[in-house]
């Protein structure tokens, strides 16, 4: 998707240079501190053992699962060539 390194999960999902920046605003968002791992199952389990309150347990899972396919959605057409990746 951004042309840097190998393109496996964790960098697609979590690691890499445009995932890290966008998953560091969505936690500063959310007032957390950020995921500390590189796979995304791990990150879907992180959310439901984060100790916020319920409702709060729900937002996050929702965020982060939609910021998922998000990320799935926008590499799939970057890939297949409808998007570009911005360059800043």
């Known amino acids: 998707m ?13 690691s890499g240079r445009v995932t890290s920046s966008l998953w560091g605003s969505v936690f500063r968002w959310l ?3 950020p ?6 199952v791990d990150l879907m389990k992180w959310c439901d053992l984060v100790r916020i309150g ?11 699962g939609t910021t ?3 990320l799935w959605r ?5 890939v297949h060539g409808s998007k570009t990746l911005p360059v800043n």
Request: charged share 15%; proline share 7%.
């Open 2 to 14: 951004c042309g840097e390194g190998v393109e496996d999960l964790p960098h697609i999902f979590i």
């Open 68 to 70: 998922l396919w998000f």
């Open 31 to 33: 007032q957390l501190q």
């Open 35 to 40: 995921f500390l791992g590189s796979d995304p």
């Open 54 to 64: 319920p409702n709060q347990s729900q937002v996050l899972e929702v965020v982060c």
């Open 74 to 78: 926008f590499r799939n057409d970057v």
